[in-house]
């Protein structure tokens, strides 16, 4: 029974059981200063706590806490900045915030408390969730600068992986990891130069020390090719009370949003993925929910005149649907104002150029600022499109450009956007050369690997800056 334990003990790692540890206190002190706050608040000025107000107060914790692991703010922050993690701590509270406030707005009755109140709450509770973060990091950096709570790591293997590890730990002291070396069984003249500096022995030294104790975390640093060799390795770490690590040699792939996954007791890793599954299918969802209603709502007006302006200047319906690939590669018609006076969406169709005869003059106008893109709102709110995610192309092109451009059908992973990341970098418009749809794709799948509501909240600002200045629309 104990030997099983040790086994399962040495299984889970230290680094996971410190993070679990880490990341229930850090929940626990949230929930602790929101409902702090919200008493002393209340005692502030006077009020009474009473029972229907447990609502608006569990509303906050709920929301928050769902928001937080959403964005994976409970994960070990230790190889990340406090401006990082701020950034991520903003967002979650920005997003408990307006559901305070829109739940405030529509059901007073439940609120209880006038708007000052709660908007004294919102202001002071974001600080506090800050300022607890920040001295609680800078305590344990310091410690660990000093030399405590340190543990020593070996790294087994001379590899390009090896060698960015151990540059990686040398450069973060504040991680509290000493580096012992990198360990190899190869000649020096077989490795590349800038490790010799790096290599302190071989493997069956480093084993060696592991059985002494001194030192406690192994990085096994192989090719995966080298299967049996680490295999031998892991047999030999397990008279060990070592933690053991392996760093797959994946980025021999471009991977998209990998993560780990569990198929019965069988691990596996995703290599292509999307970053909306669970919470953060539903945070995207309720981004695009909230941004398109507060979009149309502002633009409703101006789409009516638009409309008018469309069918006054030329014959044919005012909006134009074309099918096009979504989530999947699924096809779904997407909305666009009318801007031309052929409507293509057959097997070819030729991409606007500039000076299209195609397009009319109200139409050029619209291109020019985007304004032909406003019905998308719509399918936004259908749920078929995204406001932020990589354009739809026609299905003619897809077809086209999917020959021609490895991994450009992973653009599929996510729904597609109104405006993206590839957008706001100058891949707008016209793609007339297949270099400008490879910088795009690129773009693209960089979206899907980067992807927070932060991100999007970037790109959405900055494409009303650049919408109606862009020269590559036409």
């Known amino acids: 029974m104990n030997k099983q334990k040790t086994n399962q003990s040495r299984r889970t790692g230290i680094i996971q059981s410190n993070q679990s540890s880490f990341s229930t206190m850090y929940r626990l002190v949230d929930l602790i200063a929101i409902a702090f706050l919200f008493f002393l608040i209340l005692e502030s000025k006077q009020e009474k706590f009473e029972a229907d107000s447990w609502i608006l107060l569990s509303l906050g914790l709920i929301v928050f806490n769902v928001t937080a692991e959403a964005l994976d703010l409970y994960r070990s922050w230790r190889t990340q900045s406090t401006t990082i993690l701020i950034k991520y701590t903003t967002i979650a509270w920005l997003v408990t915030s307006s559901v305070i406030v829109v739940f405030s707005y529509f059901f007073p009755e439940l609120a209880k408390y006038d708007e000052t109140i709660i908007l004294i709450w919102i202001f002071s509770t974001f600080p506090a969730l800050a300022a607890w973060r920040i001295v609680f990091r800078e305590i344990l950096f310091i410690q660990r600068k000093q030399g405590r709570n340190t543990r020593k790591a070996a790294i087994i293997g001379g590899t390009p992986a090896g060698y960015h590890l151990a540059t990686q730990i040398l450069e973060n002291n504040h991680l509290g990891i000493k580096l012992d070396g990198i360990y190899d069984d190869r000649d020096m003249n077989r490795l590349p130069l800038e490790f010799h500096d790096q290599i302190v022995g071989n493997i069956e030294e480093a084993i060696s020390k592991a059985k002494k104790g001194t030192i406690d975390f192994i990085y096994v640093a192989m090719p995966m090719s080298a299967e049996a060799r680490i295999m031998e390795i892991l047999n030999r770490c397990s008279d060990t009370t070592c933690s053991v690590y392996i760093i797959p040699n994946f980025f021999i792939y471009n991977l998209l949003h990998a993560r780990w996954q569990t198929v019965g007791s069988v691990q596996t890793l995703s290599v292509f993925d999307t970053p909306f599954q669970g919470a953060n299918n539903v945070l995207k969802r309720i981004e695009d929910l909230i941004f398109s209603c507060i979009i ?9 005149f638009i ?11 005012v909006i134009f649907k074309q099918n096009r690939y979504g989530l999947d590669g699924k096809q779904i018609k997407v909305y666009k104002f009318r801007t031309m006076r052929t409507a293509d969406n057959g097997d070819v169709i030729q991409q606007a150029t500039k000076g299209d005869s195609r397009v009319t003059p109200f139409g050029a106008f619209l291109r020019r600022r985007s304004l032909d893109e406003l019905p998308q709102f719509f399918n936004v709110l259908q749920g078929r499109m995204s406001i932020v995610g990589p354009r739809p192309h026609a299905i003619a092109h897809n077809e086209q450009y999917r020959e021609l451009i490895e991994g450009y059908m992973l653009r599929h992973k996510v729904k ?3 405006t993206g990341w590839a957008q706001i970098n100058g ?19 960089d979206y899907i690997h980067r992807w927070s509501v932060w991100l999007d909240v970037k790109i959405i600002l900055k494409s009303i800056i650049k919408g109606f200045s862009d020269k590559n629309a036409y």
Request: zero cysteines.
């Open 416 to 418: 597609p956007g109104i």
């Open 427 to 445: 891949f707008r418009g016209e793609t007339e050369t297949v270099n400008k749809m490879v910088k795009r794709v690129e773009y693209d799948l």
């Open 296 to 304: 149309l709502s502002i633009v409703a007006i101006p789409m009516l």
């Open 307 to 317: 409309a008018i302006g469309i069918k006054l200047s030329s014959k044919g319906p």
